[in-house]
């Protein structure tokens, strides 16, 4: 099946390495000794990102280079997609609820296992940047709605209107129908997630999104959620998800795929067995939707798997920055 065919059936309805040196300290550390201290370790530092995403993978990259943390990598490189107008399902310009409010969902998580995450929040570009503060600035972990909001107000965040006249011309062209049968979109998908390892091996992660389009007014996604949308465990690995949240909650998609990590599988394995749990459930409507993973372990290796083609997953290593097509479940289509 072709790519825009896939869209137009897709719905909610149906609910829409380089090798270098040896490494030692993670092998010391980790429960699967055997596998993982006969592996290498790529070159790093080494970034990954969901989906096409060169400009915001540059950026993460660029932080590193001057001396910046994994986790300001991850922030400042899904700022870029926060920012940027033209994409739909992120930040400023992400494509409103059903009743035309913008509301992101994103969280952040260090290598301490230290996470932060903002959930409903409306009139702030930059979630993942007020998702890290919740981490650093309060006790908790979540902040949601109009608490998290006056949070960022507080911490200096300017209110602005979310919502673009691109995506209120595709919201009101969207309520002449008005079918509750949001795309789960395979094309126009800059929902981020981003993994980052720095040279000395530490990992962090983020993900930022604006969820599905024209979703039930309160509606939260698998994106803010640690351990569905994003888990990192800085001594084996880290995952994140994109695509149809709801799967990736019911099967706590990103803290599985890291435990297979753990128990020895490589993270390409990992993603397909954790894509094959949300597939193989008794009932499971698949072929209407899709969800992506993309992983790394403690070694640089990386690996990405989806239920239907035209998921892709940028990487940058080396100085060179491109875009992957992932290898995929469903080749009926
Ligand atoms: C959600 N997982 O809110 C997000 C949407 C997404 O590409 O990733 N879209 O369910």
Request: with cysteine.
């Amino acid at each position: 099946m072709k790519r825009r065919k896939f869209l137009k059936n897709a719905s909610l309805s149906g609910i829409g390495l380089a090798l270098g040196k040896s490494l030692t300290s993670c092998a010391e550390t980790t429960p699967s000794d055997s596998v993982i201290s006969t592996l290498e370790v790529a070159s790093l530092p080494l970034v990954i990102a969901t989906w096409d995403v060169k400009n915001a993978t540059a950026k993460a990259w660029e932080v590193l280079q001057n001396g910046g943390s994994a986790l300001d990598a991850v922030e400042q490189g899904c700022r870029v997609e926060e920012a940027n107008e033209k994409g739909q399902s992120v930040g400023k310009g992400g494509l409103p609820d059903r009743d035309g409010n913008v509301t992101l969902d994103a969280c952040i998580m260090n290598q301490n296992g230290d996470c932060g995450s903002v959930v409903f929040l409306q009139n702030i570009t930059h979630a993942v940047s007020v998702a890290r503060k919740v981490m650093e600035d309060t006790p908790h972990v979540m902040l949601a709605g109009s608490g998290a909001e006056k949070f960022a107000l507080q911490k200096g965040f300017k209110k602005e209107n979310l919502l673009t006249e691109d995506s209120k011309k595709s919201w009101e062209a969207w309520k002449v129908k008005s079918e509750y049968s949001p795309i789960i979109n395979i094309e126009n998908h800059d929902t981020i997630g981003m993994l980052v390892i720095d040279k000395g091996g530490n990992l962090s992660g983020a993900c930022t999104t604006s969820g599905l389009a024209y979703k039930l007014n309160g509606r939260v996604g698998d994106s803010p959620i640690i351990g569905s949308g994003l888990f990192v465990d800085n001594e084996i690995g880290a995952a994140v998800a994109t695509g149809l949240g709801e799967e990736v909650v019911k099967t706590v998609g990103s803290f599985l795929v890291v435990e297979l990590m753990r128990q020895g599988k490589s993270p390409q394995e990992a993603c397909e067995i954790a894509i094959r749990r949300i597939v193989d459930k008794p009932n499971s409507n698949y072929k209407n939707f899709q969800v992506g993973y993309i992983a790394i372990n403690k070694q640089g290796q990386t690996g990405s798997f989806s239920i239907h083609q035209w998921f892709s997953m940028t990487k940058f290593q080396q100085g060179k920055n491109e875009t992957i097509q992932s290898e995929y479940f469903n080749k009926d289509a």
